[in-house]
């Protein structure tokens, strides 16, 4: 397959904290131009089969997806599964698992969120969240604005919902070596999601791309909504380094919210072993 196609494999629907449905997704990638699409919705596989179905009325290429929450070193990784079954049951299964907590953690975050005087936010997030098993703190920087705590989802996280923010709740969420295995188990393509956003030591994240590939991790993001140019050279260099496939991807959320739309990232740098290479044979 083509290294130069327009390749968007990072964006989220209402099935966790995006805002629109995935055939309103697929809709906006075509008309956006893009040839290769993935939703990757975090820790649900529930709108796989809607999005391929949308993607091959629109005429796109599809790739499954999914965005796996991940505790390592104390912090919270994200890991991108590109090109499994999405029938695939130990991959549900561990899907399961891995958001079974969410519940408590929000009445957790609300319940701190209260002790800085902001109430109702518990039933406020949930009326964000389209998908109940999966409510998120994206749902809980909706409400908050809303009610007018802040302006934008931004101010959000900078002022609440984070490590020594009020409404931060500390979680475990899935081993990394669980998740690469249910990924690469299922079929498909174990991908670090954008490694700038994470605040690791260099030790650390040398430790997380080791440990990574030790498991059967294949790719990283290079080019994302979530990085600088600068950032895409700094994990294009590691890319190099640990010869993992280089993806890319927007994360788009939502029109309203996100900075990178679907479809509008440069390429990735040539030399690159782009992830969709070597999941032609995965392509719906
Ligand atoms: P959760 O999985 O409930 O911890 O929610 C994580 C989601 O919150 C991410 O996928 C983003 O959509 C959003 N998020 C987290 N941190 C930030 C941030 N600093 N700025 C903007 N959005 C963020
Ligand atoms: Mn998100
Ligand atoms: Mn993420
Ligand atoms: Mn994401």
């Keep these: 397959m083509n290294s130069t196609l327009n390749a968007d494999l990072h964006c989220h629907s209402v099935v966790s904290d995006g805002t629109l449905t995935p055939e309103a997704l697929a809709a906006r990638a075509a008309a956006r131009g893009v040839d290769l699409w993935a939703l990757t919705d975090h820790d649900e596989i529930g709108g796989q089969h809607r999005a391929m179905a949308a993607a091959r009325a629109e005429g796109i290429g599809y790739l499954t997806g999914t965005e796996i929450s991940v505790t390592f070193a104390d912090q919270t990784v994200h890991i991108v599964g590109l090109g499994f079954d999405a029938d695939d049951a130990d991959l549900r299964d561990g899907l399961v698992r891995t958001r079974g907590g969410r519940g408590e953690r929000a009445r957790d975050m609300a319940a701190s969120l209260e002790r800085v005087g902001i109430c109702g936010a518990y039933e406020g997030a949930l009326r964000y969240a389209g998908n109940p098993e999966l409510i998120s703190?994206?749902?809980?920087?909706?409400?908050?604005?809303?009610?007018?705590?802040?302006?934008?989802?931004?101010?959000?996280?900078?002022?609440?919902?984070?490590?020594?923010?009020?409404?931060?709740?500390?979680?475990?969420?899935?081993?990394?070596?669980?998740?690469?295995?249910?990924?690469?188990?299922a079929g498909g393509m174990a991908v670090i999601a954008h490694p700038a956003r994470y605040g690791f030591s260099a030790n650390e994240e040398y430790a997380l791309f080791t440990e990574f590939k030790a498991h059967g991790g294949q790719g990283v993001e290079v080019v994302t909504g979530s990085h600088s140019a600068q950032e895409a050279l700094k994990y294009a260099a590691m890319a190099r380094e640990f010869s993992l496939a280089a993806s890319r991807g927007s994360d788009f959320h939502s029109p309203d919210e996100s900075h990178t739309d679907l479809g509008s990232l440069p390429p990735l740098p040539a030399d690159l072993t782009p992830v969709w290479t070597l999941l032609a044979h995965r392509v719906h």
């Design 137 to 185: 703190r994206t749902h809980f920087a909706r409400y908050l604005v809303e009610s007018g705590v802040c302006r934008d989802t931004y101010e959000v996280f900078r002022r609440f919902l984070t490590e020594g923010k009020p409404g931060f709740v500390p979680h475990r969420w899935a081993r990394l070596g669980d998740a690469v295995g249910w990924i690469v188990r």
